[in-house]
């Protein structure tokens, strides 16, 4: 099981790549789940593989019980990280469900610095096929009705404007998503009635949301609204709509400008900083007083120093709780998606 940038240096390596298809079955969990399981079945799962966790977030192995084989935080090199496949495999076959008491190895760094071990409990875990009738997943909560799910990507730019050919690295290529709020999208439609026909300034709350996720990089270099909470410079932030319809129209065309800038990220240092700078466009329907679907595209700029002390010759895997060291200065081009979350779910 893995997580955000110990997730991305991982898969970096083809050969792990390759490795973890073979044998393995990759599963991304949210750190928050781990740190803060419920108390249903699968709150019990998340609460067995936390109980031995050296940190509130890396990388674990699991056996078929749920039990913890071992977690790792780092590894020595990049070959350190075959050698962890290959002792996960040796351990799933000395432990391959709960009919031995399983104790959870810890490192540090794998395998050089090799923490205390976690001894089982002896529970057996109830098997959890499907959440319970009436409950739903609590990696993907009920949404309120008629919340905007929208879906952006991300990619950085060659010198010649075509996309990186790297899709691996953050940096380069990026996934994510969020949803307008009801709310938001009321007040959005409500300035596009008043207005009927020409061009109207939207409300700050979409273009905020809408930068707020468009930046490359792993969560922590964030340059607006950072989980670090550290000042970020909305330097401009204004969307517009247009329409030439007799005022019945309900497709307006959108267009913005955004620039925002930080050097106050999550486990940032001296010399580190991110800016973005895009120009927007694209469509936006509504459908009476909400929003029912949005089509976004930005081009812009974008530079991100990141762990820049830090020297290039370290290798990803041997820093992960920290991030790696980036250095981007690029053009690049986002694109969201927004639909209903009915509508997403059909």
Request: hydrophobic share 40%.
């Amino acid at each position: 099981m893995f997580a955000g940038a110990a997730r991305e240096a991982v898969f970096s390596n083809p050969e792990v790549i390759r490795r973890i298809r073979a044998d393995f079955v990759p599963v991304a969990l949210k750190a928050a789940l781990v740190n803060q399981p419920g108390h249903d079945d699968e709150g019990r799962l998340y609460r067995e593989i936390g109980r031995s966790k050296p940190a509130p977030q890396g990388i674990c192995v699991v056996n078929s019980a749920g039990k913890v084989l071992h977690w790792a935080l780092m590894f020595d090199d990049d070959q350190s990280v075959l050698a962890f496949l290959d002792h996960s495999l040796d351990r799933f076959e000395q432990f391959p469900d709960a009919r031995r008491l399983v104790p959870a190895e810890r490192y540090m760094r794998f395998p050089t610095a090799r923490l205390d071990d976690i001894g089982d409990t002896g529970e057996a875990l109830p098997p959890a096929e499907r959440h319970s009738p009436g409950k739903s997943c609590p990696a993907k909560p009920p949404l309120p009705p008629g919340t905007v799910v929208a879906r952006l990507f991300g990619r950085a730019l060659a010198p010649d404007g075509k996309p990186a050919a790297d899709t691996v690295s953050q940096e380069q290529y990026v996934e994510d998503r969020f949803e307008v709020p009801v709310a938001t999208q009321e007040a959005v439609a409500q300035a596009l009635a008043g207005a009927r026909t020409g061009r109207v300034r939207l409300p700050d709350e979409l273009g905020r949301l809408c930068v707020t996720y468009a930046y490359l990089g792993q969560l922590d270099v964030r340059p607006l609204s950072n989980p670090c909470g550290g000042a970020s410079d909305l330097r401009r932030c204004e969307f517009w709509a247009d329409s030439e319809e007799d005022g019945t129209s309900t497709i307006w065309r959108l267009h913005g400008e955004s620039e925002v800038f930080t050097d106050e990220m999550a486990n940032a240092g001296p010399g580190d900083s991110h800016e973005v700078k895009l120009t927007w466009q694209g469509i936006i329907e509504t459908n009476g007083k909400r929003v029912s679907r949005l089509l976004l595209t930005a081009r812009g700029t974008e530079k991100l120093r990141f762990a820049s002390a830090r020297s290039e010759d370290v290798s990803a895997v041997a820093s992960l709780p920290a991030g790696r060291r980036i250095d981007i200065a690029c053009p690049v081009r986002y694109g969201i998606i927004g639909v209903t979350a009915d509508a997403e779910q059909k």
